[in-house]
């Protein structure tokens, strides 16, 4: 079992300004609201997902448990501060912080906002409006919804002045000087070029400028050139798992033998288990896109802590693998708008679904180490 955190040295924090940048998703539900309160229980945070894991099979890792940083919380000053630290010193560029609003209210806010208001830490980032409904779909009962999106000319307009605090702020991510912002699920806008067209009025009336505009390419519906709808670029999503033609390991015949003999695991009935490896050489071959698109890549994946059944888990995940995958992805990432590419990693720290650059229990920082070989490989190029 690897453990590397025990003997690593801390990596030397240059990385060539002209070389392609790594960008992690920021999830930022560590920390206790009102509203989960009464929706999952008083104190409920992502830890509380987390702590609850158990393994359904041999070899399978969980729980998983951060170690460097521990259990924290992101209304803490602290610890934002040593998320920002350990990714700087280990070539992630910044963070990308899911944004949540509906109809001008928020949810999960604080850690952004704390960010904005304190100037600290001294690291970049850039915000993803995560526009879904929120339902209960962690319980598997998606049917029930808590808290739905409402769109409307009027909110597009004042949901995007609220937003250009943010984009005047120095550390904020740019694209050719355009303050870089994602939508995540853009076929549930009514009309996207229309919401588009006014964000784009009010950043300019705000003195903000134009602003480079990406769709995430989270379902089949919002993949293709974005441009026809007024983005300027994708952003691809993984794991794509409805692309997926990997079989299960509960497909494999040694799983039906074993199943005729009666004994397999009912985790193996219950849920999709995959070969990481299989995934992300599945999705390695995948061809450059033809319009202007920012890759992805992702170190591994089990949200079996969140469902009950359907859940997918890869085993079998390995740093090596991801961190080959990162290195491609990096080394062929284009130039857009005239600045170096970006390469995104799902995520810095989705620990319920098990893809998490943060050292845990298990790896340490192998995923940081990792991340860290990618991008001075790249420079070496």
Known sequence: MLRAHAELQTPNREIEDQSPRVIAFHLPQFHPIPENDVWWGPGFTEWSNVARGRPLFSGHYQPRLPADLGFYD???AEARARQAELARDYGV??????????AGKRLLERPAEDVLASGEPDFPFCLCWANENWTRR??????EVLIEQDYSDADDEAHFRHLCRFFRDPRYIRVNGRPLFLLYRASALPNPPRTLDIWRRVAEAEG?????????????????????????AGVEFHPRLDELRIPAVRSSLAWKVSRRLGLTNRAFRDHWVLRYPDVVE????????DYPRFECVFPGWDNSVRRKKGAVVMIDESPPVYGDWLADRLNRARPIDGEPGFVFVDAWNEWAEGAHLEPCSRWGRAYLEATHRAVQQTRVR
Do not use: I, N
């Not at 962690?138 to 049917?143: I, N, T």
């Open 74 to 76: 992101l209304r803490l």
């Open 282 to 289: 599945a999705f390695r071959d995948d061809p450059p896109t």
């Open 208 to 232: 903000v400028g134009e602003m480079f505009l990406c769709r995430v390419e989270k379902s089949k519906q919002d993949r293709g050139d974005p441009r026809g709808d007024g983005f300027d």
């Open 138 to 143: 962690w319980d598997g009962l998606e049917q």
């Open 93 to 102: 560029h910044g963070f990308c912080y899911y944004h949540y609003w509906f």
